[in-house]
């Protein structure tokens, strides 16, 4: 598997083919949804076609932050992307728990962020013993987590097969 190895190249190669060109409604959508504090587990999930991203989560402090998830299918039906993220950067909120899940998937990439305090706020990759990488979920790790998260990016290889 690919996971976090991957070459910032290919990263970008596998991530154009969800950029909206030429391609319909169907093969891309991004939501909005509350991100919610208090410490009670809440869930968002958004799909395509047979496949689907549910985001599930635990946060304290702060109020409620706008989120965004995309969901992306390649023109060959073969990945499936997920991103999560807060688009105005650094999220406020301090999460308990996280955990992301592909439906109709196996993962071949996956890795999640946090922001730095410093101008420009640019993406810091969390430490890989924050959260492990499973076949079709990314989850925090209990006690090594250190509560950031401003954006979790998700390709999953699809089980379509040629006839």
Same mark, same amino acid.
């Given at each position: 598997m690919l996971f976090m190895k991957m070459s910032p190249l290919l990263l970008w190669a596998l991530m154009s083919l969800f950029v909206p060109g030429?391609?319909? *409604? #169907?093969? +891309?959508? +991004?939501? #909005?949804?509350?991100?919610? *504090?208090?410490?009670?587990?809440? +869930?968002f999930s958004e799909g395509i076609s047979e496949y689907e991203c549910t985001f599930t989560y635990a946060s304290q402090g702060g109020t409620n932050e706008q989120w965004l998830m995309s969901v992306g299918l390649s023109e060959d039906d073969r990945l499936f992307s997920c991103s999560v993220w807060r688009p105005q950067g650094k999220s406020y909120l301090f999460f308990t728990q996280f955990k992301a899940e592909l439906k109709g998937t196996k993962i071949e990439y996956a890795n999640a962020f946090s922001q730095t305090a410093a101008a420009g706020q640019h993406d810091v990759p969390l430490k890989p013993e924050e959260f492990t990488i499973g076949e079709s979920t990314v989850t925090h790790n209990d006690g090594k987590f250190s509560a950031q998260l401003s954006k979790l990016t998700i390709i999953g290889r699809t089980r379509h097969d040629e006839l």
């Open positions: 030429k391609s319909s *409604p #169907e093969r +891309t959508k +991004t939501v #909005e949804f509350n991100v919610k *504090p208090g410490g009670v587990v809440h +869930t």
